[in-house]
T-cell receptor, first 112, second 111 residues
């Protein structure tokens, strides 16, 4: 595997389910990000982890819970989501001090 | 807060040049980026420019920056059908790489 990978690529869940999105970067980076991409809206930065510590939480509802167990892996735990949370969730990684973020292909989430 | 604006749609014919425009509001923007997103894929970094530059060229891509007017453009020479995608402008300051994205411009290239 190369670059940034995300699993699953598609996810359909009910409002009472609990699921997790996974991101893995194979670039040796030390910062990771979650973004939300909704139709006709700019990408929204959700969370930033630098050196495995959360450094940004962009007023995201608590039904989204990130986890960064090491510099290569990032999770987004989901519970009791709402239909308006349906979106493409993108993970990115970068090297601290360098101004390039590399994105994964995203997980298309549909909440019924 | 910071704001980045782009037109939503651009249609060109194959072989023509495409110019995608972007305006931003944050005067402390240090880096300005162009990303490309193809259907079903994540964002691919095309190029970026440091705010003390006014032009950067990379093969078919030319980025122009007018810092006074806070206007950024991406010119694609000899546009191909494979260039059809959504193009996002983004900016960041010298802080922790917090990118602020525009809504994206959908480029459609017809044969």
């Amino acid at each position: 595997e190369t670059g940034v990978t995300q699993t699953p690529r598609h996810l359909v869940m009910g409002m009472t389910n609990k699921k997790s999105l996974k991101c893995e970067q194979h670039l040796g980076h030390n910062a990771m990000y979650w973004y939300k991409q909704s139709a006709k809206k700019p990408l929204e930065l959700m969370f930033v982890y630098s050196l495995e510590e959360r450094v940004e939480n962009n007023s995201v509802p608590s039904r989204f819970s990130p986890e960064c167990p090491n510099s290569s892996h990032l999770f987004l735990h989901l519970h009791t989501l709402q239909p308006e949370d349906s979106a493409l969730y993108l993970c990115a990684s970068s090297q601290v001090g360098k101004n390039e973020q590399f994105f994964g292909p995203g997980t298309r989430l549909t909440v019924l | 807060g910071e704001d980045v604006e782009q037109s939503l749609f651009l249609s060109v014919r194959e072989g023509d040049s495409s110019v995608i425009n972007c305006t931003y509001t944050d005067s402390s923007s240090t880096y300005l980026y162009w990303y490309k997103q193809e259907p079903g894929a994540g964002l691919q970094l095309l190029t970026y420019i440091f705010s003390n530059m006014d032009m950067k060229q990379d093969q078919r891509l030319t980025v122009l920056l007018n810092k006074k007017d806070k206007h950024l453009s991406l010119r694609i020479a000899d546009t191909q059908t494979g260039d059809s995608a959504i193009y996002f402008c983004a900016e960041s300051d010298t802080g922790f790489q917090k990118l602020v994205f525009g809504t994206g411009t959908r480029l459609l290239v017809s044969p």
